[in-house]
């Protein structure tokens, strides 16, 4: 009899095979790259930071994300701001054809999600909404703790 999978198991190939699904949908129906929605999400969300800031939040290297802005603004959907304190600092934030883009890419995933819903007994729509929210909050709690830790313990469990 096989086992049942593990919650991070579960959790892992839920989020796998989502992102799956979001950058199929994404490049089919938008013509944007994973890349480019990932910093138009990431600068949408946090408005306007700078290019280490954006690389850290992202994952990214920050050569690999310098270039993926630099497509980003030959396209005119990000705009390089100099700083007022200090010139040698640049803030990245969408420009209007950027957040137009970034509002197509949102309904699109939404839409997504709304698809997926669809499998879902009516019944239960309440109950996984309500679980993804606490969910949500449990790892934004760990994000906060990793960031609070940084330079000590992790929160991996590889300690």
């Known amino acids: 009899m096989a086992q049942d999978p593990s919650t991070g198991a579960l959790l892992r190939e839920v989020a796998r095979l989502h992102v799956q699904l979001q950058r199929n949908c994404v490049a089919y129906c938008g013509g944007t790259t994973t890349t ?17 800031t954006l690389s850290r939040r992202i994952g990214f290297d920050k050569s ?14 990000v705009e390089k701001v100099g700083s007022t304190q200090d010139r040698r600092t640049v803030r990245l934030s969408l420009s209007p054809a950027g957040a137009a883009r970034l509002a197509d890419l949102n309904h699109t995933l939404n839409s997504l999600a709304d698809r997926a819903f669809e499998y879902i007994p009516v019944e239960h729509h309440t109950t996984v909404r309500s679980s993804l929210e606490l969910l949500q909050q449990a790892l934004l709690t760990l994000t906060k703790e990793a960031r609070a830790d940084e330079g000590g313990e992790t929160t991996c469990g590889c300690d």
């Open 64 to 77: 690999w994300t310098s270039r993926a802005v630099e497509s980003l603004v030959q396209e005119g959907l």
């Open 36 to 52: 480019q929605c990932t910093v138009l999400t990431e600068l949408g969300r946090s408005g306007p930071v700078t290019l280490a």
